[in-house]
């Protein structure tokens, strides 16, 4: 049988007395975002593209553009992540208390 445990705290996930939750983040670069008005004609836009698949070669050194991440979260961990899917670290912050 596999055994997984939490991503976020690290704690064992029981397979009977605890709920296994799976996350998946996907990550990509929204070229979407370019807008209508950089898009008027066709030669521009091929341009465009052009210039995209360049820059795509080009950072081949880096993680590809889009990833797809998996973690493994216990029910409390899933909790946390839903009340502040950004903000494992922002969290820690606001735990300051205002002296
Ligand atoms: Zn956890």
């Known amino acids: 049988m596999v055994h997984y445990s939490c991503d976020a705290c690290k704690r064992p996930i029981h397979p009977q007395n605890d709920v296994h939750h799976v996350l998946k983040i996907e990550i990509f670069p929204a070229v979407d975002d370019l807008g209508p008005e950089c898009c008027h004609d066709a030669d521009h836009l091929e341009e465009m593209q052009g210039l995209l698949e360049e820059e795509a ?4 050194s880096l993680d590809e553009p889009s990833r797809l991440l998996r973690f493994d979260l216990c029910d409390a961990c899933r909790e946390r992540f839903l009340r502040n899917p ?6 820690k912050q606001l735990d300051f208390s205002p002296n």
């Open 57 to 60: 070669a080009d950072a081949e």
């Open 86 to 91: 950004l903000g494992m670290a922002l969290v």
